[in-house]
């Protein structure tokens, strides 16, 4: 009777530390995801997918930026705020914004996704609570600035094709505000 009470207790033991293994595990790998993962294209899986912020459509129509799919879906709450509020790594902000200035402003701009892009951080510009990233490629010049935060992170961008300035503005929750002289418009849909 003690060898089977030995035996279930160390089934027992056994069974609760594969449980407390695999929560972690999981817990793990739902919190590595980084903002770009949560929402993608059902069609093409792409990270690269817009919703007009500030509107009644918001986190219900949805386009994606690579293939130009669009669906309707209200995603629950707990993703679509962490998919919103999430830092975005910069090489990602370089090609959201050229999608975004592409697709939904319709510039004349090229496919980010097929240049052969050079540069990334700026270390003579960056300091312990600004990062500046400078990135070109064909014709395009982007720079990207920003404080590093762990959500609710402001990114400041200027696109420039040859000396012109394509674009000035910033990237805040996933919402593209346009600088134009001394003001600032958020931009919720083509024109």
Known sequence: MEIMNHKQATSMILLIAVVL?????????RAS???????RCPKDGSPYIWTPIGTR???FLW??????YTWRKTYPDNIYQRWLKSPLKPDFVRDYTLLYLRCI???????????NWKGGRNASASTSNLEVYNYHASNIFISIKYHPAPENVTYVILVKSGNKIVWKGSLYNRGF????????RRQQSSR
């Not at 995801?33 to 929402?39: A, P, Q, V, W, Y």
């Not at 386009?63 to 130009?68: A, F, M, P, S, T």
């Not at 505000?177 to 600032?184: A, N, P, S, Y």
């Open 33 to 39: 995801l980084s903002g770009e993962d949560l929402i």
């Open 177 to 184: 505000i346009m600088l134009t002289g001394d003001v600032q």
């Open 21 to 29: 293994a695999s929560a972690y595990l999981l817990i793990s790998y």
């Open 105 to 115: 402003r319709r510039l004349e701009i090229p496919d980010p996704l097929t240049l």
């Open 63 to 68: 386009r994606c930026l690579k293939c130009g």
């Open 57 to 59: 459509s918001e986190n």
